[in-house]
């Protein structure tokens, strides 16, 4: 069973911060790279930001500067720091992983559920 569980979603004013987690099991977390997306209502899906095993990231041009991706692998957590945030940032954010499950014999897509971020006054 491949789980990927979000958490960290809420609330905040434009120009505040937030920081997202992720946290995966039944995949050997250090050798794949994770990835956040977001979604907002009416909208497509949203490639935001990814990292690799070996910790080398790349965002969307639109959060560059402002959002930071980080992994923890004893944790099997992958982080998504969010700061100067601003309206056109709500969204529901999902991690994301292609990744061979463990007992499997090659590699699929895995999506978390999903947490709610909104930024308003």
């Known amino acids: 069973q491949v789980q990927l569980v979000e958490s960290g979603g809420g609330l905040v004013q434009p120009g505040g911060s937030l920081r997202l987690s992720c946290t995966a099991s039944g995949i050997i977390f250090s050798i794949n790279a994770m990835d956040w997306y977001r979604q907002a209502p009416g909208n497509q899906r949203e490639f935001v930001a990814t990292?690799?095993?070996?910790?080398?990231?790349n965002y969307v041009s639109s959060v560059e500067g402002r959002f930071t991706i980080s992994r923890d692998d004893a944790k099997n957590t992958v982080y998504l720091q969010m700061s100067s945030l601003k309206p056109e940032d709500t969204a529901v954010y999902s991690c994301?992983?292609?990744?061979?499950?463990?007992?499997?014999?090659?590699?699929?897509?895995?999506w978390g559920q999903g947490t709610q971020v909104t930024v308003s006054s």
């Open positions: 994301h992983t292609k990744a061979k499950r463990i007992g499997g014999t090659w590699p699929l897509d895995y």
């Open positions: 990292i690799t095993s070996e910790g080398s990231t």
